[in-house]
């Protein structure tokens, strides 16, 4: 959202919490209070960061097409060591290499295969966040890959141009894998895209900016011990794995495409002089049409494309300011809720080329219909369990007919930090609290901030890929959250089916009386079967 400096005052709704909840809202509270999570105090790197080191762009992954007609990417997940400051060795993990991984680049319509290869020592897997495809391609926690083994996934890209990217989703794990480095983009193009007037000439000016906190200890690995409820809280920042970062820009207009990467902190973007920028892309691809605005608010995993204006021989830093997090003072401040960071430096060449006048019209968004849902779902966040529930491996939250347009209402009890993720869709965003969404969430979007204390309403339609017993996930997407249980597991399936078994239910020892299909939605329409 647009830093609290530049918005009004925002109406609330009360979110329904019975006694209970509010009991168990409250011990949770306390519990967090008396724990070692008590934050890093207040964070302001302003004017303290020499930036020295060129800003890393990540590679291009190279592809073949194979007999069948597929693209065809390799990754191998694998340790190594890197060296973020000169001399001084960190135990990190990465993609093709010993940090973050490859940015594959595949067109709309074309079918891809990536073989993904494990050579850690421990299993992983590779979910790829934001992308519409079978539930057994997800790379969610059902699909682990273990140490010495091959999986390829194979699927249609068949969504609009959009910056997706893949990380880990082991059960328990994804945390410390994606702290260790495991990341990379997945750029999705298209026609409608290509069409535009639009920086695209990649690591020249249109950029990629995964953004990561990290504290390092006094060997120089990486340290998680400070925490606030949220997770982790780092005092330094990557981009691209680079700390202390500038970007040598040759051009008047550079597209940014900013990824919160980091596994809790949550950031506000904007630039150390106040410019305006213009948002052209959220989550899920491009906007309807450019949107001038200060500052947005990035939650863990949410995206966001911007262009920015530079003049011949400037120099502004991108920085983060306190984002609005919803919650009391105190908890923003325990929470990174205080911190203000430089993030990278722009340095503008003393001769800048030019592209002309960039488009303003940008894609063309069909909005979905409340009238055409036939299903409403209800989704309360609340310590660590979704609808009082925490994560159940051999169990079926849900159950979604394939190609279903359905509204879920998601709200966050807690007067503490949360976040929502969809796998498999991309969603639209109907109201929040008692008010249409701000210009920053009219596009699509996979992953969305949950201020505490207000309802949002979300729409989404189904893809009709159908396996009644391999689930998609949904989950707070601040990974020590995920990681403690707040996550549940959908399947979609054709009308009238009902869920099946879960992979991991067929190997689960002792009773499976926990296993079981959700509560299910609120029908809105006849013809809906569950």
């Known amino acids: ?87 001084v060795s960190t135990d990190t993990w990465g993609y093709n290499g010993s940090y973050l991984g490859p940015t594959l680049v595949a067109e709309r319509g074309e079918d891809v295969r990536i073989n993904v290869n494990n050579d850690l020592d421990e299993a992983t897997t590779v979910h790829w966040h934001g992308m519409s495809l079978p539930a057994e391609m997800d790379g969610g926690p059902h699909q682990m890959v273990e140490p010495g083994v091959q999986w390829s996934p194979n699927f249609t890209i068949d969504q609009p141009a959009a910056t997706l990217w893949y990380h880990p989703h082991p059960d328990g794990k994804t945390e410390h894998q994606v702290e260790m480095g495991l990341a990379g983009l997945f750029l999705v193009q298209d026609d409608e895209e290509a069409a535009l007037n639009l920086p695209r000439s990649y690591g020249v000016d249109d950029i990629p900016v995964v953004v990561q906190d990290r504290r390092f200890d006094a060997k120089g690995q990486f340290a998680t011990d400070v925490r606030g409820y949220i997770g982790p809280i780092g005092d330094e920042l990557l981009v691209n794995g680079t700390l202390a970062p500038f970007l ?114 940008l894609a063309t968004i069909e909005p979905l219909q409340r009238e055409d849902a036939t299903a409403e779902r209800f989704f309360t966040l609340n310590g660590y369990t ?54 920053e969430l009219l596009g699509w979007k996979d992953t969305i901030y949950l201020e505490p204390g207000v309802r949002y309403e979300l729409i989404m339609q189904f893809p009709e890929y159908t396996d ?3 689930p998609y996930m949904f989950h707070c997407h601040m990974l020590s959250h995920e990681n403690a249980g707040m996550m549940g597991q959908f399947v979609v399936v054709k009308p009238g089916e009902r869920a099946g078994i879960p992979p991991s239910a067929h190997n689960a020892k002792g009773p499976q009386s926990n296993r079981a299909v959700g509560s299910g939605p609120r029908v809105l329409g006849a013809a809906h079967g569950h």
Not at 332 to 337: D, F, P, Q, S, W
Not at 398 to 418: Q, R, S
């Open 1 to 87: 959202m647009l830093h609290r400096r530049f918005t009004g005052p925002r109406r609330r709704v009360a979110t329904l919490v019975s006694g209970a909840v509010v009991g168990a809202v409250v011990l949770v509270v306390n519990l967090a209070a008396c724990s070692s999570d008590t934050g890093a105090g207040v964070i302001d790197t302003v004017g303290t960061v020499d930036f020295v080191n060129p800003l890393a762009i990540p590679p291009l992954a190279r592809s073949t097409m194979n007999a069948a007609g597929e693209r065809v990417f390799d990754l191998t997940a694998q340790a190594g060591t890197t060296e973020f400051v000169p001399g």
């Open 248 to 361: 040598d820009v040759t051009t008047e207009v550079v597209r940014l495409r900013l990824v919160n990467g980091s596994s809790a902190r949550v950031y506000d973007f904007g630039f150390s002089d106040g410019r305006s920028f213009d948002l052209i892309g959220t989550d899920g691809g491009l906007l309807t049409a450019a949107a001038p605005m200060a500052g947005i608010r990035l939650s863990p995993g949410e995206r966001a494309e911007v262009l920015v204006r530079l003049t011949p021989g400037e120099t502004v830093n991108l920085q983060s300011s306190p984002p609005d997090l919803g919650t009391s003072a105190k908890a923003a401040t325990r929470n990174a809720g205080d911190d203000t960071l430089d993030v990278m430096e722009l340095r503008a060449a003393d001769t800048l080329s030019s592209i002309g006048d960039t488009s303003e019209n």
């Open 386 to 439: 979704i609808n009082n529930r925490l994560m159940d491996m051999t169990r079926i939250d849900e159950t979604i007919d394939a190609g279903a347009t359905e509204v879920w209402t998601v709200d966050n009890a807690m007067p503490l930090p949360h976040n929502f993720h969809v796998h498999a869709v991309q969603f639209q965003v109907l109201r929040v609290g008692t008010e249409p969404p701000p210009v």
């Open 468 to 470: 009644p017993d391999f």
